[in-house]
């Protein structure tokens, strides 16, 4: 067997233990029990449709008008869906839906790029870097015990059983390993509300066309550290954020995790808004590419500084 045909048959062994499909198969969401749950995917459907048909009149997203969508539920007790699309069997981008309380969709976060989130491409190429696992070969001949958990933007990972008796959590977007184990995993989502909370009320109105977009040039988030120097934007000045962008401001963002054992550092470089929904903010990142996250799901880990 080689590379590429070990390869192919690891992902593929993946993707249908964990319920998603792949390019060149039809889209489809969770395994339905009954006839009765077909409305409520159906009303998922729509939702992915009307927010895909305005992100594909952006420049940066239009190869989304044609692109295959896959999607397939998150961890459970998440309630959520991961949309992968693909464009000539290849990804492009991704959304997270989130369910609301009410009963309806909330766009979680969404990115453009050829790593989406939960890509097992990435995933395995990270195992094998940090030599976790062998080979290819070695994936396809035994899948791996692997589940999704998504918590909130900046808390998402692939939980790995491995056949040792180990638990490893891996990073859902680079695949490298996290210093967390199973305390300290369960330990820090009690301190983080489930993404569902993040969803505006029931008589917001449903997101269905962009309003504002903003695209600035990115910049290495590490050139400054101003999270070691200066406090950070008050939760008035974070109202003011798309202002910031618009002046051309290098905005950043951080998240301390496990007891300050994990950093991220998100550069800002623009935003989209949304017809009476919040500022989606987008981070540069070489792992999945563009991401669009709202601003009111990234004030409770996090902090902005410029």
Same mark, same amino acid.
């Given at each position: ?7 192919? #048959? ?13 390019? $060149? ?15 409520? @995917? ?9 927010? !895909? ?6 420049? +940066? ?6 692109? %295959? ?7 459970? $007790? =998440? ?7 693909? #464009? ?13 309380? @009410? ?20 995933? &395995? ?5 940090? $030599? ?7 994936? +396809? ?24 008796? %180990? =638990? ?28 569902? !909370? ?19 040039? +990115? *910049?290495?988030?590490? @050139? ?28 950043? &963002? ?25 500022? &989606? ?5 070489? *792992? ?15 902090? *902005?500084?410029?």
């Amino acid at each position: 067997m080689n590379k590429w045909t070990a390869m192919f #048959a690891a992902v593929l062994a993946a993707m249908l233990a964990l319920g998603a499909g792949f390019p $060149g198969r039809a889209a489809s969401a969770a395994p339905t029990a009954s006839a009765a749950s077909a409305p409520a @995917e159906s009303a998922l459907r729509q939702h992915v449709r009307t927010w !895909t048909d305005a992100l594909s009149k952006q420049p +940066a997203f239009r190869s989304w008008t044609s692109a %295959e969508r896959t999607i397939a539920p998150l961890g459970p $007790g =998440t309630h959520g869906w991961l949309v992968t699309f693909a #464009a000539a069997g290849k990804p492009v981008g991704y959304m997270i839906v989130n369910a609301t309380p @009410e009963g309806g969709y909330r766009l979680g976060e969404y990115g453009v790029g050829a790593h989406p989130a939960f890509y097992p491409v990435t995933l &395995y190429n990270a195992l094998i870097r940090q $030599g976790l696992v062998g080979s290819y070969a070695e994936i +396809a001949k035994k899948p791996l015990r692997l589940e999704r958990l998504y918590l909130s933007p900046v808390l998402a990972a692939w939980k790995w059983s491995a056949s040792g008796g %180990e =638990t490893y959590y891996l990073d859902a977007w680079t695949g490298e390993a996290m210093p967390v184990d199973d305390a300290a995993w369960q330990k820090q989502s009690k301190r983080t509300p489930g993404a569902i !909370t993040t969803a505006g009320s029931s008589g917001a109105p449903e997101l269905s066309k962009l309003t504002a977009v903003r695209s600035n040039r +990115a *910049f290495d988030p590490f @050139e400054r550290m101003p999270w070691l120097t200066s406090s950070p934007l008050s939760a008035k000045q974070v109202q003011g954020l798309a202002g910031m962008l618009d002046k051309l401001q290098q905005i950043r &963002y951080t998240a301390e995790l496990f007891n300050a054992s994990v950093l991220q550092v998100l550069p800002a470089v623009g935003y989209h808004g949304w017809n009476g929904g919040p500022l &989606y903010v987008a981070f540069d990142q070489a *792992f999945p590419g563009t991401r669009y996250v709202p601003v009111d799901a990234l004030d409770r880990e996090g902090h *902005f500084y410029r």
